[in-house]
C-alpha cells in the first residue's frame, strides 16, 4: 500500500472504500483521479493495481472489467500476451451475456494476426455468445480467412515460358521420368480450411456456394472434396447464379485432379459437361490434361481427336485444335530429344515408330486445318451450300470432288436452302466435272436428277437448265438443236397457267418451284436468242418465234425490252405495222413510268420516212402520248424535242417553236426546263427571226430561277444588240445585274462592259459602275434564295408600261 497510496487524496479514498466497497461509484471517481495524475503522480502501475482492485471487488460486473479492457486497449502500452491474458480472465468470470468482451477479444486477435488466440476467441464466442448473436462473429472472422488468409495460401502457378512449356515439361515427365518421385501435393491452409467447414454447418443456405468457392482456395483438397460431396451431391441447381455454381463444379474438378481420382474426376467432368454445354470444351481440355498428367497419353489423344470432331464453335476448335497441335510437338520434341542426349540408351525400334506417328498426326492436323474448319460449319448448319462449295474447292481431284457434292446432296434439305440459286449452282458443278471429262452422258444424268429436286426457289432450276443447255451448245449444231429441244421441255405452258401460278403463290413457295418454271423469263430469253438464230437461213422458224412471243406475253411475264425485241423481229422479217402494233401492245401493257421508253423508240421509229404512218396519224401518237405521260409528272424533255424535230422537218415552223414552248411550260424539272428553254430560243431564231424571240425571251425570264437564267439575259441583250436596240439591251444588262449580287453575277458583268466599251459613252459607263458598287453595298439578301419563297423579281416586258409589284424592275424600252 505504501508504494501506491502516496498523498491525502488517496488516504482520503481508502477511507471511502473501507466503509462502502461496494459503491461503484466512489471507485470510479478514484479511478478518474489517477487517470487524470497519468505521467505525473501516477504510473501504468498504478492505474493497472487500482483496476485490478476493482475488477476483483466486482469479480462478475461485466461493465468493471469492460471499462478495465477498454482502458488498457486504448492506452498502448500492454505487451500482446499481457491483453490476451487479461481477456482471458475477464471471459473465465462469465459463462453467457458477454457478447461485447467476446468480440473485442475477437476484433483484437484478429488485429494482431495470431491464428492460436483467434481459434481461442472464437471458442469462446461461440461457446457464449448467444446463437442468435454468432452471425457477428463470424461477420468479424469471414472477411479475415478471405481477404487476409486465403490470398496468402493462394499458390497461382504460372510457366515461365508459356503453357506449351509447361506441356513439355509434363510430357517428359510422363515419358522418361518416374511422376512418384518428383511430384508433390501442397498441404494448404488447413487453419483457414477448418474454420471454414464449421462455418458451413451454421451458415445460411444460400451461403453455402460463396463458402465453398472459399473453401476451395484453401487449397486442403481432402476437405474440400469431402465438404462438397456433402454440401452439393447430387444437386444440380446450387445456385441460381450461374456463373458462380460453374466456378463451384470446377473448384470441385481441381481438387479430384489433385488428389488424383481420375475415375470421379472424369465422371464429374461429363456431368458438368451436360449442364454447362457452352463450356463443354473447355471442359474437355482440362481432362486432357489430366490424362496427360496420368501418362495415358493415349487416351489424351484419342479424346482430343474425338473432341475436335465433334466442336460446334470456332472458339472451343481453336482452343482444342491448338492445344492438339501444342501437345503433338510436345511428345514429338521429347522423344527426339532423349534420343539425342549423349549417355542415354534407348530402343529405337521401340521408340522411332512412336516418334513416326506423332508426326504423322502433326503434319496431317496442319494439312486438314481446313478441312476441319470446314467440317465444324457443315456441323454448324449443313443447308448451306458454301459451305459444301467450299470443302469441294479444298480436293484437287476430281473423283473426291465427285464425293463432296455427292455427300452434299444426300445431306442438303432443299426446303431449308436461304440463297435462291445456290444448290442448282451446286448441282451444275457436279456435272461439270463430268462434262469437263469428256462423260457427256453422266453429266446430262447429273443435270437430270437435280431438275427433280423440289427446289423453293425457281432460281435453282433456272441455273441447271441454262447450264445444261450451255454446255450443249458447245457441241455445234447437233447441240443448238439439243439446247432448244431442253429448253421447249422446260417451258412447256401447262393448259391453265394463270391458276397454276395463283396455287404456287397461295402455297407460299412451299410447293416445288417446278410447277412455274414455265414462267422463267430468263430460259424463254434464252429460248428466243436460239430459234432467232435461225431465221436468217430457214424463214420457216419465223412463225416459231412469233408463237414463242405470244407465248411469253400471254403469260404476263413480258418485260418492255420483250416487246421491243418483238417489234424489231416483226418489223425485220413480217411488216412495220406489226411491229407498231407490238408497240401499242405494250403501250397499253405498262404504267406511265415504263411506257416512256416505249414512246420513245416508237415515235423516233415512226417519223422514220420509210415508216408507213401519215404525218396526221403520227402528230395524233405524239399528242397521245403527251397526254398519257404529263399528268404522271413524268419529264417529257425528248418526247417534246422529238415532236419539235418532226414539225420542223414538215415546215411548220410556228408549231415546232410552239410545241418546245408548251413543254417549257409543262416541265417540272428545273435543268430540262432551262434545256428546253435554250432550244427553244435558238430555234425560234433560226426559224422565226430574232425579232420573234422577244416574247419567248421575255417568258423564260420571268419563269425560271434567277440564278438559272443569267446567261439567258446575256443572250436575250446580246439578241437585242444584233438588232440595233441599244437602249433596250442595256435596260436588260440592268435587269439581269440586279438579279444577283454581283459577286455572283460576274459573266453578266463581263458582257455588260463590253457591251458599254463597244455602243455607250462616258456616262453609261459611269451609270453602268455606279450601279454595280451601289449593288455591292445594298444586295446583303442573295435573290435567289429569296425567290424560292417570294418568286423572281418580275421581268416587265416592254409593251406593259405599269408595274404590279413595287419591287419590280421596270424596263423603259
Known amino acids: 500500500m505504501e508504494e501506491y497510496i502516496t498523498d491525502s487524496d488517496d488516504i482520503a479514498f481508502e477511507y471511502e472504500l473501507q466503509s462502502t466497497p461496494n459503491n461503484k461509484v466512489t471507485w470510479k471517481r478514484y479511478l478518474d483521479s489517477w487517470k487524470s495524475q497519468y505521467n505525473k503522480k501516477k504510473s501504468v502501475n498504478h492505474i493497472v493495481w487500482l483496476y485490478e482492485r476493482f475488477c476483483l471487488q466486482f469479480t462478475r460486473d461485466l461493465e468493471a472489467w469492460e471499462e478495465y479492457i ?52 472464437l471458442d469462446e464466442s461461440l461457446s457464449k455468445i448467444s446463437r442468435d448473436s454468432h452471425a457477428k462473429v463470424w461477420g468479424l472472422l469471414l472477411p479475415f480467412i478471405c481477404q487476409t488468409m486465403l490470398p496468402l495460401s493462394r499458390i497461382e502457378h504460372v510457366p515461365n515460358e508459356g503453357q506449351y512449356e509447361e506441356l513439355l515439361e509434363v510430357v517428359h515427365r510422363c515419358l ?24 458451413l454447418e451454421v451458415c445460411p443456405k444460400d451461403k453455402i456456394p460463396e463458402t465453398l468457392i472459399y473453401l476451395s482456395s484453401t487449397g486442403v483438397n481432402e476437405v474440400v472434396v469431402s465438404s462438397f460431396d456433402r454440401y452439393i451431391g447430387k444437386n444440380e441447381n446450387i445456385s441460381p447464379d450461374i456463373n458462380l455454381q460453374y466456378q463451384i463444379y470446377t473448384s470441385y474438378l481441381k481438387a479430384l485432379k489433385q488428389l488424383r481420382q481420375f475415375n470421379e474426376y472424369k465422371e464429374f467432368s461429363a456431368k458438368v459437361q451436360t449442364i454447362f454445354p457452352h463450356q463443354k470444351f473447355t471442359l474437355i481440355v482440362e481432362l486432357v490434361r489430366f490424362y496427360i498428367k496420368e501418362a495415358r497419353l493415349k487416351d489424351a489423344e484419342n479424346l482430343l481427336k474425338s473432341s475436335l470432331a465433334d466442336t460446334l464453335t470456332v472458339r472451343d476448335f481453336a482452343a482444342i485444335y491448338d492445344f492438339h497441335i501444342d501437345y503433338e510437338k510436345a511428345c514429338a520434341e521429347v522423344i527426339l530429344q532423349e534420343l539425342d542426349t549423349p549417355g542415354v540408351e ?28 470446314n467440317d465444324l460449319k457443315l456441323r454448324q448448319n449443313s443447308n448451306v451450300v458454301n459451305t459444301w462449295l467450299e470443302r469441294a474447292s479444298l480436293f484437287h481431284a476430281n473423283n473426291e470432288k465427285c464425293d463432296v457434292f455427292a455427300q452434299a446432296i444426300l445431306q442438303i434439305d432443299p426446303s431449308k436452302i436461304i440463297t435462291p440459286g445456290s444448290f442448282g449452282e451446286l448441282w451444275c458443278r457436279y456435272a461439270a466435272l463430268y462434262w469437263e471429262a469428256g462423260q457427256y452422258e453422266n453429266a446430262r444424268e447429273v443435270w437430270d436428277r437435280g431438275l427433280r429436286v423440289p427446289y423453293v426457289h425457281m432460281e435453282d432450276l433456272e441455273k441447271i437448265w441454262d447450264c445444261w443447255v450451255n454446255h450443249e451448245l458447245e457441241l455445234g449444231p447437233h447441240g443448238m438443236e439439243k439446247a432448244i429441244k431442253l429448253l421447249e421441255t422446260a417451258l412447256e405452258v401447262p393448259e391453265n397457267p394463270d391458276l397454276q401460278l395463283e396455287k404456287y403463290k397461295k402455297g407460299k413457295k412451299k410447293m416445288p418451284s417446278q410447277i412455274i418454271v ?23 422458224e419465223v412463225g416459231k418465234v412469233i408463237n414463242i412471243y405470244e407465248q411469253v406475253i400471254m403469260l404476263k411475264v413480258a418485260t418492255p425490252l420483250i416487246f421491243i425485241n418483238y417489234a424489231h423481229f416483226l418489223q425485220k422479217y413480217k411488216s412495220t405495222e406489226a411491229g407498231f402494233q407490238v408497240y401499242e401492245r405494250a403501250i397499253a401493257t405498262f404504267p406511265p413510268e415504263t411506257q416512256f421508253e416505249i414512246w420513245n423508240m416508237y415515235l423516233a421509229e415512226g417519223m422514220d420516212k420509210n415508216a408507213p404512218l401519215s404525218t396526221e396519224h403520227i ?9 398519257t405521260l404529263l399528268p404522271n409528272k413524268i419529264d417529257c424533255k425528248a418526247i417534246f424535242i422529238l415532236y419539235s424535230d418532226f414539225e420542223e422537218k414538215n415546215g411548220f415552223a410556228n408549231r415546232s417553236v410552239e410545241i418546245l414552248f408548251q413543254g417549257c411550260k409543262c416541265t417540272e424539272d428545273i435543268e430540262s426546263r432551262l434545256s428546253l428553254w435554250k432550244i427553244c430560243l435558238s430555234k425560234a431564231k433560226s426559224l422565226l427571226g430574232e425579232g420573234g424571240s422577244r416574247k419567248l425571251y421575255e417568258e423564260c425570264i ?28 442595256r435596260e436588260i444588262f440592268r435587269y439581269g445585274a440586279q438579279l444577283l449580287p454581283p459577286q455572283k453575277n460576274i459573266n453578266l458583268w463581263g458582257s455588260w462592259d463590253e457591251f458599254e466599251l463597244q455602243h455607250g459613252d462616258k456616262e453609261t459607263y459611269k451609270e453602268m459602275l455606279k450601279l454595280k458598287k451601289n449593288l455591292e453595298n445594298e444586295m446583303l439578301v442573295d435573290t435567289e434564295s429569296e425567290s424560292k ?11 406593259n408600261s405599269k408595274a404590279v409589284n413595287p419591287e419590280e424592275i421596270e424596263l423603259d424600252l
Open 702 to 729: 420571268q419563269s425560271m430561277p434567277n440564278s438559272k437564267i443569267i446567261g439567258i439575259v446575256i443572250d436575250f441583250a446580246e439578241t437585242e444588240t444584233r438588232l440595233n436596240e441599244i437602249d433596250r439591251a
Open 789 to 799: 419563297f417570294e418568286g423572281n423579281v418580275a421581268f416587265v416586258s416592254a409593251s
Open 346 to 373: 534407348l530402343r529405337k525400334d521401340l521408340w522411332e515408330p512412336i516418334l513416326i506417328s506423332h508426326m504423322n498426326n502433326l503434319e496431317t492436323l496442319t494439312k486438314e486445318r481446313e478441312l476441319k474448319l
Open 176 to 199: 522418361f521420368k518416374n511422376r512418384t518421385e518428383i511430384e508433390s501435393h501442397a498441404q494448404g491452409d488447413m487453419w483457414s480450411a477448418e474454420l471454414l467447414v464449421r462455418y
Open 70 to 121: 477498454k482502458w488498457v486497449l486504448d492506452s498502448d502500452m500492454f505487451e500482446y500476451h499481457a491483453i490476451t491474458n487479461l481477456f482471458k480472465r475477464c471471459l473465465a468470470n462469465f459463462s453467457h451475456k458477454c457478447d461485447r468482451i467476446c468480440l473485442m477479444f475477437l476484433k483484437f486477435a484478429i488485429a494482431e494476426y495470431d491464428l492460436s488466440v483467434i481459434r481461442v476467441a
Open 518 to 540: 414455265f414462267s422463267s423469263l430468263c430460259l424463254w430469253n434464252l429460248l428466243l436468242d436460239l430459234v432467232e438464230s435461225f431465221c436468217d437461213r430457214n424463214p420457216e
Open 619 to 627: 402528230r395524233d401518237l405524239f399528242d397521245q402520248a403527251l397526254e
